[in-house]
């Protein structure tokens, strides 16, 4: 199993920046590819950013690309996402989630294991 843990999440005002972190147990790192996504009250959870187990390549969905950066720390078993120019619409809750396997990077389906979330506000 992996467990996952956020942290980061808060409330800021429009064009703010906000790190969210997901501190990762119970496999080795390099085991894993891992992903964030976001959810919506009532809605399905969006990808928002993934990167692969090597730390090779990196994923973004198309409303956060060139805000936001994902990288992960290998000594940390850490990923973070890096939120820039923050709207309105980037509020949601944060999860991050772990990937065993070899499959799509961008489909909450594909993904194993899961963090309990991080609340980010954005307020105009």
């Known amino acids: 199993q992996v467990q996952l843990v956020e942290s980061g999440g808060g409330s800021v005002q429009t064009g703010d920046s906000l790190r969210l972190s997901c501190v990762t147990s119970g496999r080795p790192f390099s085991t894993y590819d891992v992903g964030w996504f976001r959810q919506h009250p009532g809605n399905e959870r969006d990808f928002v950013a993934a990167?692969?187990?090597?730390?090779?390549?990196?994923y973004y969905g198309d409303s956060v690309k060139g805000r936001f950066t994902i990288s992960r720390d290998n000594a940390k078993s850490t990923v973070y996402l890096q939120m820039n120019s923050l709207k309105p619409d980037d509020t949601a809750v944060y999860y991050c989630?772990?990937?065993?396997?070899?499959?799509?990077?961008?489909?909450?389906?594909?993904?194993?294991?899961w963090g309990q979330g991080t609340q980010v506000t954005v307020s105009s």
């Open positions: 989630a772990a990937q065993l396997g070899r499959r799509v990077l961008d489909d909450y389906i594909s993904y194993d294991y």
């Open positions: 990167i692969t187990r090597s730390g090779g390549t990196t």
